[in-house]
T-cell receptor
Framework: AQTVTQSQPEMSVQEAETVTLSCTYDTSESDYYLFWYKQPPSRQMILVIR??????QNATENRFSVNFQKAAKSFSLKISDSQLGDAAMYFCAYRGRGETSGSRLTFGEGTQLTVNP | NAGVMQNPRHLVRRRGQEARLRCSPM?????VYWYRQLPEEGLKFMVYLQKENIIDESGMPKERFSAEFPKEGPSILRIQQVVRGDSAAYFC????????????FGSGTRLTVV
């Protein structure tokens, strides 16, 4: 079974600074997707960024980028120029492409990010 | 495009009552997924449905929980004879097919069992 681990329950960053959130996962599959979701106090789950495992190039979305290390099964999220609106719980998620794993997201436990003015 | 609509936003039930949670997927999305989030935890997969079919219910508790996605109308997650341990946020997500590009989530229903 796939597992996703976020080892940092809480992180904080100063406004305009850069912060990196860690995520590791365990899988026996070779093809899969990885996601970062943001959950602000409103509770809405918002997709931040997506990575396809067969693509070596790291995904980037504006101030958000990932460091995807497939061999190490690591998928960290870097937030540059942090803004107050980035404060939220961040979840790393895995989705396989196999018949049994391809229908669901497996989430980590989350990292609560605080942005200090 | 109204997104994924879940209602009610908050639901309070006494132990032993039934809870019905509704989810209308995004327009054009035919795949629906239900997740449960216990306090201080990540989301856990419950069930994956397409119109009139349950595709994967491996995350559903064996008893008291059921889900449907009829040909017409919203998807329903039904919890019979609720217990305090059912208190959680229940999220619905939808995708056009398979979810390769990620799912669109609703805002969730917070169920409180008193």
């Amino acid at each position: 079974a796939q597992t996703v681990t976020q080892s940092q329950p809480e992180m904080s960053v100063q406004e305009a600074e850069t912060v990196t959130l860690s995520c590791t996962y365990d899988t026996s599959e070779s093809d899969y997707y990885l996601f970062w979701y943001k959950q602000p106090p409103s509770r809405q789950m918002i997709l931040v960024i997506r990575q396809e495992a067969y693509k070596q190039q790291n995904a980037t979305e504006n101030r958000f980028s990932v460091n995807f290390q497939k061999a190490a099964k690591s998928f960290s999220l870097k937030i540059s120029d942090s803004q107050l609106g980035d404060a939220a719980m961040y979840f790393c998620a895995y989705r396989g492409r196999g018949e049994t794993s391809g229908s669901r997201l497996t989430f980590g436990e989350g990292t609560q990010l605080t942005v200090n003015p | 495009n109204a997104g994924v609509m879940q209602n009610p936003r908050h639901l309070v039930r006494r132990r032993g009552q039934e809870a019905r949670l509704r989810c209308s997927p995004m327009k054009g999305h035919s795949h629906v997924y239900w997740y449960r989030q216990l306090p201080e935890e990540g989301l856990k997969f419950m069930v994956y449905l397409q119109k009139e079919n349950i595709i994967d219910e491996s995350g559903m508790p064996k008893e008291r929980f059921s889900a449907e996605f009829p040909k017409e109308g919203p998807s329903i997650l039904r919890i019979q004879q609720v217990v305090r341990g059912d208190s959680a946020a229940y999220f619905c997500a939808s995708s056009p097919a398979g979810g390769d590009y990620g799912y669109t989530f609703g805002s969730g229903t917070r169920l409180t069992v008193v």
